[in-house]
């Protein structure tokens, strides 16, 4: 390919040399060309083109072919825990492996397989043995060459250059910017985050026009309702979608018959010059729009989301002809975690059908039915589980209109037919199983009651073992019976004995219940620290897969923050943390010292963050706010007056508290501070804590007490109560700006619907919302002898006892 793409006609007016001084001016004028050349040399090598007959061999270093800027490269992805590889193109210059394309996901590449252009057959993959594997296939025996293009596209042409084939045509789970999809066009998900084979969500342009999500039945292919449309259908067709375009600006729309364009990407985006685009149906049923920066560095290879369709994929799921099992498996609840993305779950007494699919069926871990429970009282075999905000809008064989909150339970506690009851208003809908389309939404007032066994916990194993025995002894002679029930006897005193003594920790941490495990074990669990959860002051958190855990989900802190060489205070500090319980803390199930490598196991929490709670798009109802707010209210009271030894949290901030099933508030990141050391503090003056939540003794030369958690929790209160962050840069007045000013203010002007926006669901609540703010004012007092214990703030949240109207919370400071 030419070097130069501009014509340019240049005169030199040459001076001819003296004879001596010719060999000297031509070695110059070599020197010289060579280095213009250069450019132009590698040009060529790296200018997207791959020639008929050339290959690349699968292997852990092989070079990929790359687009002619680099942007992308085409080559062989290496899948995890295998020896076995796939073609595929991604991002090459972003430091996480962004894959955008691949073939060949049902029949992976063994080592030492072939990728190879060939001119009748196009793009062939055989394995070592030369078994053909996969092929993009050609409409004539005439491919002359093959170019990646700098926008992930790649096509093989014949000599004059005409597109045999290109894989914008062939897409898989990804669209790049200048990529269609035409009438009939499918995008699918992979199955998992690992396993590239196809998975149940497909993003499809229908012959009427409309662009949808919608899932599928493996392996038919059948495909369920949608859950998500553009709306640009027409029964006539004479206007209705004709394209799905995504623009090389990254924007990404329906265009119409009448060249009308329906946008699915909102408003304004970043400039694709220094920006990556891409919109990818994720394993999970979400489609997000990403971004990231074309320079990236110190950005860790992290896209940016510009939109996730549907917006909330767990209330949006609208599907209701009862086919399918919806985002999440039967039985299992759908909620949304801090990236916007869905997390299922199983209701207690349920377990997976598959453990290592956690998106996967629920199960029973009980029977049910009227056969076996005949002739005897439902209430004597079943207890009811209450779930806030849950249902299941399928699966209903009954409706109780009108209905009272305690007849629903009860109706569906004595009816041998019900699994699960939902309550709302004044109606009750009665559920059978398999329950499907679960969903927690905070907006959500209504309350389900699923019905679970009494006595399940104690284990199938010893159920069955003394079925056996039981079964033995009634056909065996008396002799025999007293040998088999000493044996049995004798049997569960071991294994009860080697359950008291497997967990037990080593010297130097003396709680029960803490496992002490290998680097390896943790390694094994998080998949290699893959699926990152977030990030904090002491480290970072990864999803861990583990049987420890009731839905066999965990959370791995790996703390990076800790006296690397003060061994026993690290474990003094675990032995605290694990000697506490309560039901608004989240629970350490244990530990990790090895070496350099210091980690905490928790359980997992699907619900995510209370940041991603308040802050998010949806709003949640007031009274589920309230309810959390003396949550955190009662963790903080056991941390700071009930507990063995007395805990100062030191960082209180909803990002340090968690939401479970039910959305039950858990304090996170308790007992850690002490392991924080000072030059590894948040800022110069060794403040521990986070901008906006810090109590002002921090700043001056005084003691530290749980007065400093106080402070921070009259700040998160303010926060739960107004729905939006303390500190907020871009806020319409200055005024406003910092969220304790302002509430104060408006609470002395009494101005307390301004920081509500007059909600309806909180100014019919007046007498609550003056209590709560008020007493976060008292919280946030400058002085901390004027600051309420925890034990008098839910004494003056509940209403026990009357709040006195709080005075200026900073009277020392000229200004705030």
């Known amino acids: 390919m030419p070097c130069f793409h501009h014509k340019t006609i240049m005169f030199f007016k040459w001076h001819v040399p003296e004879p001596k001084q010719y060999s000297m001016m031509s070695f110059n004028l070599l020197c010289v060309l060579s280095l213009l050349l250069l450019p132009c040399l590698a040009t060529a090598q790296n200018n997207g083109t791959v020639r008929v007959g050339q290959y690349i061999t699968a292997a852990d270093n092989s070079q990929p072919w790359f687009s002619p800027s680099r942007d992308f490269a085409f080559g062989f992805h290496k899948l995890d825990n295998e020896d076995l590889f ?91 910017p200048s990529q269609i999809m035409e009438r009939g066009g499918v995008v699918s998900s992979k199955r998992s985050e690992t396993d590239f084979s196809q998975g149940r969500f497909q993003f499809r342009l229908l012959q009427d026009g409309n662009a ?88 860790n290879g992290i896209w940016s989301v510009i939109r996730t369709m549907p917006d909330n994929i767990c209330v949006n799921n609208d599907i209701r002809k009862g086919l399918g099992s919806g985002i999440c498996g039967h039985n299992s609840i759908c909620t949304l975690n801090s990236l916007r993305r869905p997390n299922c779950t199983c209701p207690k007494g349920f377990s997976l059908v598959d453990p290592d699919d956690p998106y996967g069926n629920c199960k029973p871990d009980f029977i049910q039915g009227c056969e076996e429970d005949e002739g005897k009282s439902e209430e004597d075999l079943y207890h009811i589980e209450e779930l806030k905000s849950t249902d299941w809008p399928t699966s209903d064989f009954e409706q109780l209109t009108p209905s009272s909150r305690e007849d629903c339970e009860s109706s569906c506690l004595k009816d041998c037919l019900c699994s699960a009851s939902v309550f709302r208003l004044d109606t009750c809908w009665k559920k059978k199983l398999p329950l499907s389309y679960g969903k927690m939404d905070p907006a959500d007032n209504g309350t389900a009651f699923i019905k679970i066994r009494k006595g399940e916990g104690n284990g199938k194993k010893k159920r069955d073992i003394f079925v056996l025995v039981g079964s033995v002894l009634l056909g065996s002679s008396v002799f025999i019976n007293l040998i088999l029930v000493a044996a049995s006897c004798l049997g569960l005193l071991i294994v009860n004995q080697k359950k008291l003594t497997r967990t037990h920790p080593p010297e130097g941490v003396s709680h029960m219940n803490l496992r002490c495990f290998t680097y390896k074990e943790l390694v094994e669990a998080t998949r290699g620290f893959k699926e990152e959860l977030g990030r904090g002051a002491f480290g970072t958190v990864y999803k861990g897969f583990m049987d420890i855990a009731p839905n066999n989900l965990v959370a791995v802190k790996k703390l990076d923050r800790v006296f ?72 903080l009271l056991y941390l700071h007056e009930e507990c063995c030894t007395q805990i100062i949290h030191c960082d209180i901030k909803p990002q340090n508290i968690l939401l479970d099933d039910n959305y039950n508030a858990r304090i996170s990141d308790f007992g850690l501070a002490k392991l924080l050391t000072l030059d590894q503090s948040h800022t110069s003056t060794a403040i521990r804590g986070t901008k906006g939540y810090v109590a002002p003794e921090w700043f001056r030369n005084t003691p530290v007490t749980v007065k400093v958690d106080v402070y921070s929790f009259g700040v998160l209160l303010l926060e739960i109560i107004c729905l939006r962050r303390c500190v907020e840069k871009e806020a319409s007045t200055i005024d406003k700006a910092i969220l304790t000013d302002w509430a104060y203010d408006c609470c002395k002007e009494k101005r307390l619907g301004t920081l509500v926006e007059d909600d309806p669901d909180v100014m019919d609540d007046m007498n609550k919302l003056q209590r709560f703010v008020m007493v976060a004012i008292w919280c946030i007092q400058e002085d901390p002898s004027l600051r309420p214990t925890m034990s008098k703030v839910i004494e003056m949240l509940e209403g026990v006892v009357e709040v006195p109207f709080p005075p200026c919370p900073w009277p020392f400071n000229i200004t705030s």
């Open 564 to 635: 690397h060489d003060s061994e026993k205070e690290f474990k003094a500090e675990v032995n605290v943390i694990g000697q506490t319980h309560h039901k608004n803390l989240v629970r350490l199930l244990g530990f990790c010292d090895e070496g350099e490598n210091r980690l905490i196991v928790y359980e997992f929490l699907s619900n995510g963050t209370l940041a991603s709670f308040l802050f998010g798009d949806y709003k949640p109802n007031w009274e589920l706010r309230t309810n959390i707010a003396m949550e955190i209210a009662k963790g």
């Open 86 to 176: 796939l073609p595929a193109i991604w991002y090459y210059k972003i430091p996480s492996k962004t894959i955008v394309w691949y073939a060949s996901a049902d029949n992976p590449a063994p080592r030492g397989s072939r990728l190879q252009l060939t001119a009748d057959r196009g793009l062939v993959l055989d394995g070592p043995d030369g078994q053909e594997l996969w092929k993009s296939g050609i409409t004539m025996s005439a491919a002359a060459f093959g170019f990646l293009y700098d926008t992930g596209n790649f096509v093989v042409a014949d000599a004059n250059s005409e597109k045999l084939w290109q894989s914008f045509d062939d897409p898989v789970d990804t669209l790049l």
């Open 212 to 299: 949808v999500l919608n899932t599928i039945n493996l392996p038919s292919g059948f495909a369920y309702d949608a859950y998500f449309w553009s709306n640009t259908f027409d029964q006539n067709r004479s206007n209705a979608g004709l394209q799905v375009v995504f623009n090389e600006s990254g924007y990404l729309y329906v265009v119409r018959e009448n060249n009308q364009r329906v946008f699915l990407t909102p408003g304004t985006i970043v400039s694709s010059k220094e920006n990556y685009h891409r919109a990818t149906l994720n394993f999970d049923g979400s489609f997000v729009l990403y971004t990231h920066p074309r320079n990236s560095n110190g950005n």
